[in-house]
Structures are given as C-alpha cells and as structure tokens.
C-alpha cells in the first residue's frame, strides 16, 4: 500500500509541482489550500505524513501543528516555508523537520522516506523527547537562481552615455 501525503500549501503551483514529483515516487497525494481544508482532510482519510506551509489562509501551519500536538501528535511533519528563522520554532513545536523554500527536492524525497518508513515505536520515542529534528536550508545555488529568474527584466536595454 503506498503512503499517502497531504501537501498543504495556498499557492497552486507549489501544490502541483510537489503532487507531481510525489506521485512520480509512488505517493498517493492529498491537496490542501489552507488550514481548515488541510484539518477536515487529517480528520477523514489516513495520512502517513504531513508536508506544511505556514503562511496559509483561514488557519495558518502553526495553528494545525498546535492543532495535531493535541489530536495526532504521531503524524510526521515537514514544514516548508519561504520564512526566515524558523528552525527554533519549528523544533519547539514538535514538528519533524524544517524545509526552506526553494525546496531542494532530492533532499525532500530522502527526509519523506526516513519518516515515513521510521518504525512506530521509534517515532513515538523520538515524538516524546522531541528529539531528531531535520532542518534543510534553502540551497544557495537555487535560491539565487529563483531570485535571479524572478527579478530580471525579460528584455535587454542599454544605457546611453550621452545624457
């Protein structure tokens, strides 16, 4: 039986993006756009793992990691985020490990398959003490790529020294 994960991101095109190199490994995907939707879905189906945003509409990725602390603390978490200084938060709150936007995606796939494939009793320790958190800076490489790609001007213009 495959793992099902529920992506849980406002912006479509990261929910597509990461359903569609999920699915290539074999994951059966839930989608969420926010909060409350992503709470309704952890209530109504199975998930093996959560993979979280935290700046969501209706109710943000903390208030749903408050949330499961209460209702499911033995569901895996990963929270990817563009926010800056998380890490300490992220840890303190329980989540399972901490992924900065732009996402580097083989380092995903690996941190998804060590926690989906942990075995319970493990995880229930590890739950309980709080203890082997996994923080995955953003790549340097890619997120001056994404910066570059997304603030160059889509023509070239010269400046003229005569003026």
């Known amino acids: 039986m495959n793992k099902k994960i529920l992506v849980v991101d ?8 990461l359903s569609k190199v999920l699915q290539a490994e074999d ?23 959560l993979l979280l945003d935290l700046g969501l509409p209706v109710k943000d990725g903390w208030d749903i990691v408050i949330w499961l602390t209460e209702v499911n603390s033995q569901l895996p978490v990963i929270i990817i985020t563009g926010r ?11 989540a399972d490990a901490l992924m ?18 942990e ?3 493990r ?9 082997g958190f996994r923080y995955v800076p953003r790549d340097r490489e890619l997120f001056l790529k994404s910066l570059h790609e ?14």
């Open 84 to 94: 800056w200084n998380q890490r300490e938060l992220a840890e303190k709150m329980g």
């Open 100 to 117: 900065d936007k732009p996402l580097d995606v083989s380092r995903l796939l690996q941190t998804i398959r060590a926690l989906t494939n």
């Open 27 to 49: 994951y059966e995907v839930l989608a969420a756009e926010n909060g409350q939707e992503a709470i309704e879905k952890i209530q109504s189906e199975k998930v093996d793992l």
């Open 119 to 121: 075995p319970m009793e």
């Open 10 to 17: 406002d912006e479509s095109s990261i929910r597509d993006a």
């Open 150 to 163: 997304r603030y160059t001007t889509p023509f070239t213009f010269s400046v003229s020294k005569n003026h």
């Open 123 to 131: 995880r229930a320790k590890r739950s309980k003490e709080r203890s």
